[in-house]
């Protein structure tokens, strides 16, 4: 696949968009909530999975290059590293599929799962192994999952309904 100029600019927004959404942060412990998952659903939900996987490493590239290299010694850069993964595989699921809101929730669970899966190991290997804490499972699952969980869950339905209310309208994202 080809990148069009088009393809371009929506890798640019939507990396500029996960990149500035990280500025709304709640601090609540090692990983702050922020809008992030959210703008990496809807990466998913409208990208395909080549410019989704490019929007989010170039949003990863950002948080390197305007962060400092020093950004991953944060426990929450792993879930950075799920962005990536995420978007690409929400993209690929719900492209493989005409896009429906079962879909779309399929695709944002399975997407959620992987940023945890990826970003909770990171945060827990900062945190005992860099920083010298004994933190033990339940205790990183509570500080980086359970706590989010609830938001997750808001934020998941809010990208379903604007993909699936936008789906077909917004001219930016017909492919």
């Known amino acids: 696949m080809k990148l069009s100029t088009r393809d371009l600019t929506q890798i640019s927004i939507f990396a500029a968009l996960t990149f500035v959404s990280g500025f709304l942060s709640i601090p609540v412990g090692p990983v702050p909530i922020t809008l992030q998952t959210l703008l ?14 490019f929007a989010q490493s170039l949003h990863l590239l950002l948080k390197l290059l305007l962060g400092g290299f020093q950004s991953l010694l944060s426990p929450s850069f792993g879930f950075i590293f799920g962005f990536v993964a995420a978007a690409t595989l ?3 699921l719900v492209h493989k599929k005409e896009g429906s809101f079962l879909n779309y929730g399929i695709a944002a669970v399975a997407g959620t799962i992987v940023m ?8 827990a290997a900062i945190l005992n192994g860099v920083m010298g804490n004994q933190f033990g499972l339940a205790e990183i699952f509570q500080m980086g999952m359970i706590l989010f969980i609830p938001g997750d869950i808001g934020k998941a339905l809010l990208a379903i309904i604007l993909a699936d209310r936008l789906k077909g309208r917004a001219r930016v994202f017909q492919h």
């Open 116 to 123: 945890y899966a990826i970003g909770l190991p990171y945060m």
């Open 40 to 53: 990496v659903l809807l990466t998913g939900f409208f990208l395909r999975p080549k410019a989704a996987f």
């Open 90 to 92: 929400i993209s690929y």
